[in-house]
């Protein structure tokens, strides 16, 4: 066991930086001292992600047994091949036959530009070189009527076997390359199955659903990249090739078939090849027609597929971004040469998907990747934080006008705070970020959210410690605002021993105290003693937005209520004002008691909330049933949903911290338990409704809202008249 510990230890240790610097440079001088190997190697991996699909589709739909198959795919890719590279090369002969008849209009249209643009000497140095190579290739001949012999010299060195050595070396490279990639190809074709095992067993370290699921992403981006991109550049070079023919460009189908490979180079590929047929379409044609119009199909062609099918044709089967693919392109072609530039993409496709689904290098997918590396509200606070309002704006408006102003005060701006609060609580160091971060947020919320407080207003917030309180409490004020509630927002100085004795607090009914941190009792208690000493009549709630102080209470903090999220408080203050109370002496029974045990409304209306969640049983439990108190361990999440006044899930294969091993949820084997409480017009709460699943059941937090709006409707429909329950008791909590 401890062996197992210390190499789980030492994986989980961070390299130092000269470690991951001597690891690259060890695998770059790998990669490029085994080019003769890896690359034929690497060759014959994209193939046969290509080709994979082809050999499944004949064993299927033929019937094929897997080595005929892999046999009749390989066959069929080295026939297209051999026809490709059999037509490109008849057709560069024809051409090389047909360049010393364009040297005259050349040097024609040079001379006339050196006419027009004189004094421009690289235009003499054209004409010189286009002379000279009409010259080495005989295009003038001398004009004196004879023919000038050439001299000839006859040396002995070349003989039968040096020209036999001499044209077996340029020949057997290539040769042996094609076939060792064939050879590679065929074999892990064929054992593909067991080779894919070996490798799952070589790098899963037991994990073999994340390993099996990079495998499975990794095959799908690359084989559909490389079939897509095959796709595109046939097309593009069909197009590319008969417009050429159509102008009258000589070998218009060797630039066609050309420009197919090398689009694979990215970026650049299909200008490098373009390039030729614009300079034999400057030679042929005596004006300047044919150029033009060259390279106005060229950009048309290209712009319109790089800007316009291509994306749409790929979306996001690559995931990486276009400068990773210029980094790897340059780095693969400095250790593999053009072929390098062929395989950058795919190879980088499969680092992304390494990184994605392997956490040890998720770096890899952090630097390459083409998925944003922060969340919306990680990119907000870091925005606000180096005091970049426009951005933070631009952020903002596009969320709110995509979500709404309530999901972005809940999900963007709090989120933010809540960064800040844990980052910029201490030390000297982050008062200057604090205060800069200030500054951003408010300009932020006030172009886009544009709070109105009011001097005469009746709910009055105030920050608990730092400024991050502050601006939760004006996120609190805006919602409550939106709701017709007049509201003033004051800073933490306020309520500090030396200016809480002026705090004005005339027309206010409820004060607000917001805290982010999670040291507020000290801090509340002695604001809610010196504010019931100035106004006994004010109702005093505390709005804790930190998980970590979940058990404070409103007797804990001496208050009237303790709300724990937003939406909780804004809840209280509107519903639970003073005007709204009901008389302390005005007794009923609970609007729920007795109810939803039969075939009553309530019970219909149970059924039909287990129907929408597809969970077996919706009930309701009482907060003042004793019957339901005496089991204690059932009667423990019924009073936690109670006090809290939000949903509480747990699972039991993941134990809630509040809740712990539950004795009542193991027994009755309850795989999920779900409570919401339902809250009175009058803020108490005198019942939960609670879903149970006796099988694995999935619960998101949209499930949560849709559980509380569920509570909100019957409360609505069966709980109008409700009176003040008994407050929860209070359990002990492991």
């Known amino acids: 066991m401890s062996n197992r510990l210390n ?59 897997d080595p005929v198959a892999v046999i009749v795919a390989v066959g069929l890719a080295f026939f297209v091949l051999a026809g490709f590279a059999g037509i490109a090369g008849y057709q560069i002969a024809s051409l090389a036959a047909e360049l010393p008849g364009y040297q005259q209009t050349v040097m024609t249209k040079v ?88 490798f799952i067993r070589l790098v899963s370290a037991g994990k073999y659903s994340l390993t099996n699921l990079a495998i499975s992403d990794a095959s799908r981006r690359v084989g559909r990249y490389l079939i897509v991109q095959l796709m595109v550049n046939t097309v593009y070079g069909a197009i590319f090739g008969i417009g050429l023919w159509l102008i009258g460009v000589p070998s218009a189908l060797l630039w066609g078939m050309l420009i197919v490979l090398f689009r694979y180079i990215p970026f650049v590929g299909a200008l490098i090849i373009a390039v030729v047929p614009f300079t034999l379409a400057f030679a042929v044609d005596p004006g300047w027609g044919m150029l033009l119009k060259s390279v106005g199909l060229f950009l048309l062609l290209d712009l319109t597929t790089a800007n316009v099918i291509e994306p749409r044709l790929y979306g996001s089967s690559t995931g990486v971004s276009a400068l990773a693919i210029l980094l790897s392109a340059m780095f693969w072609a400095t250790l593999w040469g053009p072929v390098g530039l062929i395989l950058s993409t795919p190879m980088t496709v499969c680092l992304v998907v390494i990184g994605r689904h392997l956490p040890q290098f998720q770096f890899l997918e952090t630097l390459l990747g083409s998925e944003p590396v922060l969340l919306p509200a990680e990119r907000l606070y870091q925005r606000m934080l180096k005091g970049d309002s426009e951005a933070a704006i631009e952020i903002s408006e596009d969320h709110i006008e995509e979500f709404g102003k309530p999901h972005f005060i809940g999900e963007l701006m709090l989120p933010a705070l809540q960064m800040a609060n844990v980052e910029l609580q201490t030390g000297p160091e982050a008062v200057p970020q604090r205060r800069e971060l200030m500054r951003s947020f408010e300009t932020v919320l006030d172009t886009t959210l544009m709070p109105r407080w009011s001097d005469a207003a009746d709910v009055l917030l105030i920050g608990g410690r730092s400024e991050i309180d502050e601006a939760a ?102 519903q639970d004002t003073p005007a709204k109370r009901a008389p302390e002496d005005v007794t009923s029974a609970n609007p729920f008691a007795g109810g939803g045990r039969g075939s009553d409304a309530l019970g219909r209306a149970l059924d039909a909330v287990a129907e929408r969640f597809h969970v077996p049983a919706a009930i309701i439990n009482l907060v003042d049933d004793q019957r339901h108190l005496e089991d204690e361990e059932a009667a423990k999440l019924t009073l936690l949903v109670a006090e809290h006044r939000k949903p509480l899930i747990v ?73 003040p329950a008994p407050r929860p008791q209070r359990l002990s909590v492991a």
């Open 651 to 723: 699972h039991s294969d993941q134990p809630n911290p509040l809740v712990g091993d539950n004795a009542y949820l193991q027994t009755n084997g309850i795989d999920l338990y779900a409570g919401a409480p339902l809250l009175m017009p009058d803020g108490t709460c005198p019942a939960v409704l609670a879903l149970i699943d006796y099988e694995e059941h999935a619960f998101s937090p949209a499930d949560s809202q849709a559980l509380m709006l569920a509570a909100k409707e019957l409360v609505s429909k069966f709980g109008m008249k409700p009176a």
């Open 7 to 65: 190499v789980e230890t030492i994986f989980r240790r961070r390299p130092s930086t000269f470690e991951s610097v001597a690891t690259f440079a060890i695998i770059a001088a790998l990669l490029y001292l085994g080019a003769g190997i890896l690359v034929p190697l690497t060759l014959a991996v994209l193939l046969a992600f290509a080709l994979s699909p082809v050999v499944s589709m004949l064993n299927r739909k033929l019937g094929l047994p």
């Open 111 to 198: 001379t006339a530009l050196q006419t027009q643009f004189g004094g421009f000497t690289w235009l003499d140095q054209i004409n010189s070189t286009i002379a000279n190579l009409g010259n080495s290739m005989g295009a003038e001949r001398p004009t004196n009527g004879e023919n000038t012999p050439l001299p000839v010299t006859i040396s002995n060195e070349l003989g039968p076997l040096t020209l036999l050595t001499s044209v077996m070396g340029s020949v057997l490279g290539p040769v042996a390359t094609v076939a060792i990639v064939t050879v590679f190809l065929i074999f892990l074709l064929m054992g593909r199955a067991d080779l894919q095992d070996r």
């Open 473 to 574: 409490a004006q996120l609190l004020g805006t919602a409550l605002t939106d709701s017709g509630a007049a509201v003033d927002v004051l800073p933490p100085g306020a309520i500090r021993q030396e200016a809480i004795g002026r705090l004005d607090l005339t027309n206010v009914e409820t004060l607000v105290l917001v805290f982010m941190g999670d040291d507020v009792r000290a801090q509340c208690r002695y604001v809610a003693r010196r504010v019931r000493r100035m106004a006994p009549n004010i109702r005093i709630v505390a709005c804790i937005l930190n998980d970590l102080v979940l058990n404070e209470t409103a007797e804990t903090l001496h208050v009237d209520h303790v709300a724990h999220d937003l939406d909780a408080a804004a809840e209280i203050i509107v």
